[in-house]
T-cell receptor, first 112, second 112 residues
Framework: EAEVAQSPRYKITEKSQAVAFWCDPISGHATLYWYRQILGQGPELLVQFQDESVVDDSQLPKDRFSAERLKGVDSTLKIQPAELGDSAMYLC??????????FGPGTRLTVL | QKEVEQNSGPLSVPEGAIASLNCTYSDRGSQSFFWYRQYSGKSPELIMFIYSNGDKEDGRFTAQLNKASQYVSLLIRDSQPSDSATYLCAGTPASNTGKLIFGQGTTLQVKP
């Protein structure tokens, strides 16, 4: 069964350091999403790609976060510099028709 | 007012009972709604989606949508201890039908 792949699964970093997360969507899925989920809350969309184009990044803190999907396949989300409040689960999801979204296992980020 | 609201719970039901999970939304233009199950420390897993008013059944799960009341629910029949998880309700805003707005989730506990 096809799955969304993410790495790393866990990341511990110190504040002010840079971190990067990688996502490989289900093959053929044109739409890719990055979400952030703080403990006890639902996921919040950070950025949505349609192929290599950004569709929605209204909730992405652009002063420190960046995301790219250069060839319209896999994607990288970067935080620089990391802050204590960035500790959360970062989830990647993909969909084929902008309908049902399938999530990867997530990256648990801890900022010390 | 949050766009998608859920009671955080916990909702506790005995094994074999019907669990009823509820969700309200504020965007009258929202067309599609999704229920995800999330086990502690894991990523959300799609259970089912509903687009039309009325009921939609899939095995032990029934989703209900009432667009006039802006209300979505998920019924789980014959609840099992393995159903104990957080259930996330999500809707697609009229402004971007590829985006999901999540509620904070309801924690369900099924007691043997």
């Amino acid at each position: 069964e096809a799955e969304v792949a993410q790495s790393p699964r866990y990341k511990i970093t110190e504040k002010s350091q840079a971190v990067a997360f990688w996502c490989d969507p289900i093959s053929g899925h044109a739409t890719l999403y990055w979400y952030r989920q703080i403990l006890g809350q639902g996921p919040e969309l950070l950025v949505q790609f349609q192929d290599e184009s950004v569709v929605d990044d209204s909730q992405l803190p652009k002063d420190r976060f960046s995301a790219e999907r250069l060839k319209g396949v896999d994607s990288t989300l970067k935080i620089q510099p990391a802050e204590l409040g960035d500790s959360a689960m970062y989830l990647c999801a993909s969909s084929s028709d902008r309908a049902e979204q399938f999530f990867g296992p997530g990256t648990r980020l801890t900022v010390l | 007012q949050k766009e998608v609201e859920q009671n955080s719970g916990p909702l506790s039901v005995p094994e074999g009972a019907i669990a009823s999970l509820n969700c309200t939304y504020s965007d009258r233009g929202s067309q599609s709604f999704f229920w995800y199950r999330q086990y502690s420390g894991k990523s959300p897993e799609l259970i089912m989606f509903i687009y039309s008013n009325g009921d939609k059944e899939d095995g032990r799960f029934t989703a209900q949508l009432n667009k006039a009341s802006q209300y979505v629910s998920l019924l789980i029949r014959d609840s099992q201890p393995s159903d104990s998880a957080t259930y996330l309700c999500a809707g697609t805003p009229a402004s971007n039908t590829g985006k999901l707005i999540f509620g904070q989730g309801t924690t369900l506990q099924v007691k043997p």
